[in-house]
């Protein structure tokens, strides 16, 4: 029973760790003052975002490390290289030190890794503690990581509201003091053990109440982590934050507490009969099968692949029949069949479902970081500098709702199931409604909406994305698939940061500007005006091309649904 409790420790963990490992996303609130400081344009400026987003290309090194190196030591690893990343560049900012630009760079590169080794980390306490659970520990410790530029937020105000370059020095120190307190559960590991059907329910529930704290933490952020009148005020809502995620400690009682009660007091209370169903039998069961999948589709000797080979030849008829109509030989030739079977990296670029998939996130989920990145300008330049930390906190706290929503798909299967590509074209709906809004009106009140919903969209996206790809491509492959999919953020943090830039360098030559140094900053609606029409013209795109990956999975998410329900089936009639 120790081994189940330390495993909740270790949820934990993550949680505090991805908490403050997001840093990435408060590149908005110091952007303005680093390009002051520097005296660098702003395409020069968008290739310092680049540097950080760069980082992700180099997420296979995580991998590599821990090949040789236990996991403790990788984590402390990411943490210093977001100590010697963030924290020269807070000496720079400072006036303490002097580097070139591209050393600058450089630091940026350094510290945009480090958010890729953390997130290896977590990954694998994840998937290792909770193999029956997977899903709903992954997309539960991801979400936290949309709060971190609202955590920070609040800190900066509770020490200094008006210090920008705060924010390098919390990044670069902050994920270092996380990483000492999460050392203990992360050396104690229990073993693993196949878990019970029960067990698995339990765990269910305990995962439904950590998501419920999750919501209250991002209601209380969204409302108190900006326009704070004092820093006494400040200091107190920070702790307020802080509590709500040590909180969660408190589980591993209730793990011993429930086992207490279930062996002392023997009630005749049985979780079978609980009216929420969510990874129950049928998720331990998904996970099995996904594993299997491959295997079991070369043998074609089981009924279930049996129902889903005459499907295919169902499908293979329909192909021929319409075979003259070109919108449906798109939609039908050469899509998957079976969701879970292994695609090899050079089998995996070969298909077109893959890159209907790279296009959607590319002109969904990247647009709205890049967004992220430019939100400081985007802000000088509608005259609501003043409120950038109120931007960012909107962003970071609909972000982190739109992670937590992406589990919505494991909740409500039993009730209502939608394959997870259509979820996907629900997620991706809000941005081109956000940037046209932008674009249209140009006032304070669609700079607030545009933020959130953009936060919203693009933080589905990123938590949904790894069993999206683990569902289409194999979850066996999933690290290099994985990998390979979100090298479309450093070329989308490039191309669309660079059509901002010039856009932005355009403005900045005629109409109303500051200027400081040898940096001038725009101001002014037509500033972004190009770039949110251009970006809300992609995202459309997005929103087409994920349509098409929906109409070209959909069948085998269906045929893998009616199988599952089968096999419940059958098991209880067995029982």
């Known amino acids: 029973m120790a081994g189940q409790s330390r495993k909740w420790m270790i949820l934990v963990s993550t949680i505090w760790i991805q908490a403050f490992t997001g840093t990435n996303f408060d590149f908005s609130a110091y952007s303005s003052e680093m390009k002051k400081v520097l005296g660098i344009s702003q395409v020069q400026l968008n ?28 984590l402390f690893m990411a943490a210093f290289m977001g100590l010697f990343g963030y924290g020269i560049q807070w000496l720079v900012i400072r006036n303490a030190i002097y580097l070139p630009y591209m050393l600058v760079f450089f630091l940026c590169l350094l510290a945009g890794c480090s958010i890729c080794w953390f997130n290896t980390v977590c990954f694998v306490l994840c998937i290792k503690n909770f193999p029956a659970n ?12 949309g709060v971190s530029a609202a955590l920070y937020s609040l800190a900066g105000d509770a020490i200094n509201a008006s210090s920008s370059s705060l924010y390098l020095l919390l990044n670069s120190l902050a994920p270092l003091i996380v ?26 529930i305990m995962f439904l ?8 933490t991002g209601i209380y952020l969204l409302i108190f982590g900006s326009n704070t009148s004092d820093s006494t005020t400040a200091r107190l809502l920070l702790a307020g934050a802080i509590f709500l995620l040590v909180f969660p400690l408190c589980f591993p009682g209730v793990v011993y507490a429930r086992h207490w009660f279930h062996h002392t007091v023997h009630s005749s209370f049985h979780l079978r009969g609980f009216g929420f169903i969510l990874v129950d039998d049928d998720d331990l069961e998904l996970h099995k099968r996904l594993v299997s999948r491959e295997a079991s589709f070369n043998d074609r000797n089981g009924s279930l692949i049996d129902d889903g080979s005459e499907y295919k030849l169902g499908s293979q008829k329909c192909i021929d029949e319409d075979s003259r109509r070109c919108c449906e030989k798109m939609i039908e030739k050469d899509r998957l069949v079976i969701l879970g079977e292994e695609h090899p990296a050079q089998v995996l670029v070969g298909r077109l479902d893959f890159w209907l998939y790279y296009i959607a996130y590319f002109c969904g989920g990247t647009i709205g970081l890049v967004y992220s990145n430019n939100l400081g300008q985007i802000a000088q330049s509608m005259g609501e500098s ?7 906190t909107l962003y970071s706290s609909f972000s982190f709702f739109g992670r937590l929503l992406s589990s919505a798909p494991d909740y409500v299967r039993s009730k209502l199931y939608f394959a997870r590509t259509g979820w996907l074209i629900i997620a991706l709906l809000p941005t081109p409604v956000a940037l046209f809004l932008l674009a249209g009106l140009g006032n304070s009140m669609a700079l ?27 979850p066996n492959s999933v690290g290099v698939n994985h990998n390979i999919l979100i090298t479309n953020i450093p070329i989308g943090s490039m191309v669309y940061g660079f059509v901002a830039a010039i856009v932005y360098d355009g403005n900045a030559g005629r109409g109303l500007k500051l200027k400081f140094a040898d940096s001038v900053a725009c101001m002014g609606r037509q500033c972004y005006f190009l770039t949110f029409v251009w970006w809300g013209c992609l995202s459309i795109l997005g929103l087409v091309s994920s349509l098409l990956l929906f109409l070209r999975t959909k069948h085998a998410y269906d045929a893998f649904e009616r199988n599952r329900v089968l096999a419940e089936a059958s098991q209880e009639a067995a029982e």
Do not use: C, H
Not at 54 to 72: D, E
Not at 460 to 469: D, E, H, Q, R
């Open 209 to 216: 109440l950590l998501n419920v704290l999750a919501v209250l």
């Open 448 to 474: 607030r909406v545009g933020t959130a919903l953009i936060g919203l969209s693009s933080g589905f996206i990123f938590a949904a994305a790894v069993s999206v790809t683990s569902e289409l491509f194999g």
């Open 47 to 74: 290739y310092l975002a680049v540097a950080s987003d760069m980082g992700k290309v180099f997420g296979w090194s995580s991998g590599l490390a821990l090949m040789y190196f236990p996991l403790w030591l990788v």
């Open 179 to 204: 990483s000492i307190a999460a050392l203990i559960p992360i050396l104690r590991q229990p073993s693993v053990d196949p878990l019970p059907p029960e067990a698995v329910r339990s765990d269910s």
């Open 134 to 145: 997977r899903a709903l520990a992954l997309s539960l410790t991801v979400s936290y990581n």
């Open 386 to 392: 003043s409120n950038t930390t109120l931007l960012l």
